[in-house]
T-cell receptor, first 112, second 113 residues
């Protein structure tokens, strides 16, 4: 069974602070996604990383895929209240049909 | 283009009843996956359909079933509802070329009393 552990589980910070969320697994993934989910809504795809060592930036968000494609991190610079939500990482493996394994989630609250 | 549409958004059932949830994927997407989300267990994979065939199934009892129609729309059914089935049920569609990217609907919030 593939497991994706995220840390921290909960994070409450002041507006303007920086933060990093980690996503770790013992399995190798062909791609890894990050999603953000707001209460009562479905997760929304933020980014996909596919190459070991890859770094992608989306405005104030920086995503990194580990060299061995087993882990990833999400760094947010100068967090804003609009960043509040549940952040989920998800790993996928290639080869015919497959299911996506989701991480345990990180609940972020940015206080104005 | 229109996103993934799930109906109904909210429903309340009692133990022992059954429920059917519907999902219309993004136009052109032929793969539909279903997930159950609860505060304690997070997002758990139920099953995935592609071209009307179930390709993969998670570890859920046989009370949970699904199907996909020729227009890629999908339904999932839960029979003999239990209190523990209360959850947000999410449907996601994806493109034929597998990238792992999922596009979710807003979910169906099921409450079992």
């Amino acid at each position: 069974t593939q497991l994706l552990e995220q840390s921290p589980q909960f994070l409450s910070i002041q507006e303007g602070e920086n933060l990093t969320v980690y996503c770790n697994s013992s399995s190798v993934f062909s791609s890894l996604q990050w999603y953000r989910q707001e209460p009562g809504e479905g997760p929304v795809l933020l980014v996909t990383v596919v190459t070991g060592g890859e770094v992608k930036k989306l405005k104030r968000l920086t995503f990194q895929f580990g060299d061995a494609r087993k882990d990833s991190s999400l760094h947010i610079t100068a967090a804003q209240p609009g960043d509040t939500g549940l952040y989920l990482c998800a790993g996928a493996q290639s080869g015919g049909y497959q299911k996506v394994t989701f991480g345990t989630g990180t609940k972020l609250q940015v206080i104005p | 283009k229109a996103g993934v549409t799930q109906t109904p958004r909210y429903l309340i059932k009692t133990r022992g009843q059954q429920v059917t949830l519907s999902c219309s994927p993004i136009s052109g997407h032929r793969s539909v996956s279903w997930y159950q989300q609860t505060p304690g267990q997070g997002l758990q994979f139920l099953f995935e359909y592609f071209s009307e065939t179930q390709r993969n199934k998670g570890n859920f009892p046989g009370r949970f079933s699904g199907r996909q129609f020729s227009n890629s729309r999908s339904e999932m059914n839960v029979s003999t509802l239990e209190l523990g089935d209360s959850a947000l049920y999410l449907c996601a569609s994806s493109q034929r070329d597998w990238t792992g990217e999922l596009f979710f609907g807003e979910g169906s919030r099921l409450t079992v009393l």
